[in-house]
């Protein structure tokens, strides 16, 4: 009996393992998430793990969480100054004290353990550490709120994944002009710099910048999020200049100075829509391309790369001479900064929430701006789900469609998926807790995400979902509620309650992906006619 126990669990393995693709193809387990899009070749739920050290995560940032504004020598960021203007933000809402994650560190903890989660991807502001954006002014009180959360987050065995920039620009580092001016990149790293000194031993991912691409085209053409600049076309290409030089900057830093002892991976994190030809001519094609060059390759182009995509050197140089311009509005980086900024990042970070149609549409050369340069015009098919978000339509096929592209045009890239998520809209008081849209986003997400990795193979190493709790959603205030957990910003202790989102994707998270069909089976005891069939032919070797 005992040598036959072994055996018996060794046998099942390798009977199991062999048979797996034909117990799934021959029991009828075909699952759609969304009823809307059920292309049985396309959307038809595929069952499978992702490789053992694949990482999970959930994310948040920290002026949408931390609150504790003017608390311990923390200096104003852009987001303070913005959000207490009125009439910036729906019902003139802010972070002030948001989820009040400064004083929550075991709060939030509890909750992530829940999850199951192996990372957790928060962001350090950068004013909470340097309150005038400078190292001649270190705020000690800054670096232990991030010591202990970090050292709490280790205790509880799950790893930080850290953001140097979530958008909350120090203040003073504004009053220089902030992102158009070139200065910061040198701010950034020696902030970077210091990070690394104070945090690497036990950080071992590092994000440089968040979405970079918002902050410029919103912050500064758009001028909805801080510091609220409306420069149609100009200031924006400048902003992203300085971005990408400062990324790269504190990518060597890490790289020479750090890694060596810290061992870590740095990369960035880019927002990356899809963009579906809204036919099949050429043009639209072209334009859907340009759709997706001008959100992810602006910067995904002169790291992986080198330099700007030639599209939009192109029609950035076309409209700013149609404009009577002598030369481009996209500033041009001199060999050595391509040389500079090329290969830096280990990994590429993805955010996917949506997907938009495309076609072409050449524009008049006035008004000037950003989507004027892009000669396309994108919008969202009717037919796609609706959220309680307008711009967010759930799209899960565009999200591998995007893994491909970046597959496709970087040479397979590590991918980590570094916020994925939908929201419901409400005012806080109707607690909305049995969100079956989430449960359908980041199911059919997922879903796709394994398609991708099994597939086609793209190189994807992490998923994380966006975002642990409600929290400040820049524009909509607390309106917008990405969260697993409800938190209501009224409610002054700030509870977080789980929806009905938690068990489902905690549960992915313990299945590494989907059990196939006869690992359900057996999990839940429910044994069909293979499962009675293995269990018979363990008691046979059982009598021995
Ligand atoms: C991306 C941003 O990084 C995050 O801050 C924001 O809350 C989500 N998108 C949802 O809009």
């Not at 990482?55 to 931390?66: D, F, G, K, L, R």
């Not at 140097?164 to 003073?172: A, E, I, K, M, V």
């Not at 053409?221 to 076309?233: F, K, N, S, T, Y």
């Amino acid at each position: 009996m005992m040598i036959w126990l072994p055996l018996h669990f060794f046998t099942i393995a390798i009977l199991t393992s062999g048979l797996k693709l034909t117990m799934a193809d021959t029991l009828n387990y075909d699952k759609f998430v969304y009823s809307e899009f059920n292309d049985p070749e396309r959307d038809q739920l595929l069952y499978g793990h992702f490789p053992d050290n694949f990482t999970w995560a959930v994310a948040t940032a920290s002026y949408q969480v931390e609150g504790a504004w003017n608390e311990d020598g923390k200096g104003l960021s852009i987001w303070d100054t913005f959000t207490h203007q009125p009439n910036h933000i729906y019902k003139n809402h802010n972070g002030d004290v948001a989820c009040d994650s400064y004083h929550k560190i075991a709060e939030d903890i509890d909750i992530l353990k829940d999850l199951g989660v192996t990372h957790y991807r928060f962001s350090l502001s950068w004013p909470r550490i340097l309150p005038d954006g400078t190292v001649d002014n270190i705020n000690n009180a800054g670096i232990d709120y991030y010591n202990r959360l970090i050292d709490a987050l280790i205790a509880a065995n799950i790893q930080p994944m850290v953001t140097l920039y979530h958008w909350d620009l120090p203040q003073s580092l504004q009053d220089i002009g902030g992102w158009s001016n070139d200065i910061l990149a040198v701010y950034f790293n020696l902030y970077a710099e210091l990070c690394f000194e104070k945090f690497g031993d036990r950080v071992k991912t590092w994000i440089t910048l968040n979405e970079p691409y918002i902050a410029a085209r919103m912050g500064h053409e758009m001028g909805v999020h801080a510091p609220g600049l409306r420069h149609q076309g100009t200031t924006i290409y400048r902003v992203g200049h300085t971005m990408l030089k400062a990324h790269a900057k504190a990518w060597h830093s890490y790289n020479t100075i750090y890694r060596p002892d810290q061992k870590g991976s740095i990369g960035i994190t880019l927002v990356g829509f899809w963009g579906e030809p809204a036919s099949d001519s050429d043009e639209d094609r072209a334009a859907a391309d340009r759709y997706v060059q001008f959100m992810l390759g602006w910067f995904a182009h002169p790291i992986f790369i080198g330099d700007y995509p030639d599209v939009m050197k192109e029609q950035i140089l076309k409209k700013s001479r149609a404009q009577g311009l002598t030369s481009s509005r996209l500033p041009s980086f001199t060999e050595e900064e391509i040389n500079l900024i090329r290969g830096t990042s280990d990994f590429i970070g993805l955010n996917y929430y949506t997907t938009q149609l495309v076609r072409h549409a050449e524009t008049e050369t006035l008004p000037v701006g950003f989507l004027e340069d892009q000669d396309q015009v994108a919008w969202y098919n009717e037919s796609w789900p609706k959220t309680g978000v307008p711009w967010l339509r759930p799209v899960p096929w565009g999200f591998r469609k995007i893994m491909n592209w970046i597959k496709m045009n970087y040479d397979n890239p590590p991918i980590i998926i570094t916020e994925n998520g939908v929201a419901e809209f409400s005012d806080g008081k109707e607690q909305l807790l049995n969100d079956t849209w989430r449960i359908q986003y980041i199911t059919s997400h997922v879903n796709e995400m394994l398609k991708a990795h099994h597939k086609d193979g793209v190189d994807v190493r992490g998923y994380t979902a966006w975002s642990l709790t409600d929290s400040f959603e820049w524009t909509a205030g607390y309106a917008y509620r990405f969260g697993l957990y409800y938190m209501n910003a009224d409610d002054p202790i700030r509870k977080r309650i789980p929806k009905a989102s938690v068990d489902s994707f905690s549960e992915i998270i313990r299945n590494n992906g989907f059990l196939l069909p006869y690992e359900q089976e057996i999990k839940m005891g429910a044994m069909g006619t293979f499962g009675k069939w293995i269990q018979s032919f363990s008691q046979v070797f059982r009598k021995g």
